[in-house]
């Protein structure tokens, strides 16, 4: 009764279930191949933690969080490569894959002559980018732990933050794929992209830098993502993690919102 | 479905035009993109049960007509209600009870043709078994039953669409949108297209349809208006349309000699119009046989001579002229 009395424009009655009709028209694209995509963006961060993380880290020795405790290198690396892996995953299924649906195929068209809306397409994606985000981010915790870098209590809580942080860089994705204007300016997102996979306090803490620098680091969505998972697999949670936690949030907020504007402009005109 | 969505139940406040029985109803109706007017104010009543063609060359304003009707695309301006819903308000509602088989097929690629079905009813909340229901029906009647597992990619541009036009009917919509059905399509898979449309009408589906193809719309259209330029130039049956903007026959003439201007005095006053083509001309005339006989009794002897019924195509062209329009 109540969706008779409000009013229309802003009736979200059945938004959920038309956003999730979108994520199931991608599993029903699912083929053997997509696996190989699947095990090569899972192998990215183990490779990275064992070559760094562990094999670097046998010559730095033990780091020194902010708050005074002492950790071994592996341990300090090993969230980080999980946070860039829940960022990868998100953003692959975000970027390119959404920017060609979107622009080339124009599977959105289609859709979009259904009850389903722009924002509806959006969410729909999103968690289709969280689906293959959160088996990334699953096995690679369960390695973390096996290796001995953080707790199985820990992981558990883990999971949640990386699946926020998927949340957050998924918008972010679609959002800048909105705006991008050709396949050209997938190389600018990569480079920028493994800019902050580098400097975002993954294998170095951002006090390692100059004052300025480090400013610019702690803004970065990464670097908020690398310090909520950090904190949780060391055990080393305090009120900053609340920051992280209320930008990631607002980094999803404006990236749904922005996404789904510019959709409806551009496929709505 | 939602019984609370219906059309006919929902208080929205919005009127409904039971007396008119208007499906669609747009009044002054406009769309501008930036300072281009592609729609410039048109009046357009479709009725239950009917099939209505928009006819007219490329940029006349056919295609935005239809994505405003199709609630993707926002009027600037004027009245537009669809099943006595405004679609800026209610676009989901409206959408839910529309068929849209846009211009350029839009299929899903990366799936099969039974997919593609399936996963559209999914769209509009069908369930799954009820889906594959409806998905197995629609294979069957736009006969694509052996190439139902088939992906889209490798199917003929009249199989896929076909397969669009069945997409359009999964959710067994009330009002079914075709832009420009049958354009690039060949002869045989045309006929499929128009005899599928054609049951479609007789099952009561009610038919909106833009092509420049006068034949098609001789075919398939009750009523239909012409538009040029942005604006409703003519409005009718197909019968009324001839009889009013036409004669009766067109008598074609064609002479030998290089240029037919040279013979336009000497056929003055025969009919009501003559036109001047490069290779021949044409005589609007209520009887091609009278025509026919004065010209011989002029001496006029021509190369070729051509009496046939006028058409819609005489219609269209003479009301949007001869002029290529890109």
Known sequence: MVTLVMPRLISFEGTGRRAASVTERNIATLRSAYWVVMISGFLEPVLYLLSIGVGVGALIGDITLPGGEVVGYAEFVAPAMLAASAMTGALSETTFNFFGKMKFVRLYEGILATPVRPIE?????????MVRGVIYSAAFVVIMTLMGLTTWARAVVMLPATFLVGLAFGALGMAVSTIIRSWQDFDLIAGGQFALFLFSGTFVPPTAYPDVLRWLIEVTPLYRSVDLVRALSTGTLGWLQLVDVLYLLALLAAGLTIAGRRMAKQLCK | MDPTNHPATGSTGTTLHPAEGSLIHARGLIKRFGDFTAVDGIDVDVRRGEAFGFLGPNGAGKSSTMRMIGCVSPPTAGVLEILGLDPRRDGPRIRAKLGVCPQLDNLDLELTVRENLTTYARFFGIARKEARRRADELIEFVQLTERADSKVEPLSGGMRRRLTIARAL????????????????????????????FRLKQQGVTLVLTTHYMDEAEQLCDRLVVMDGGRIVAEGSPRTLIERYSTREVVELRFDTAGQEAYADKLAGIGERLEVLPDRILLYVADGDAATAEVQRRSLSPAGVLVRRSGLEDVFLHLTGRTLVD
């Open chain 1, 121 to 129: 397409i959006a969410l729909g994606e999103l968690a289709w980018a």
């Open chain 2, 170 to 197: 999964v959710n067994q919509p009330e009002i079914v949108l075709l832009d420009e059905p049958t354009t690039g399509l060949d002869p045989q898979a045309r006929h499929l297209v128009w005899e599928r449309l």
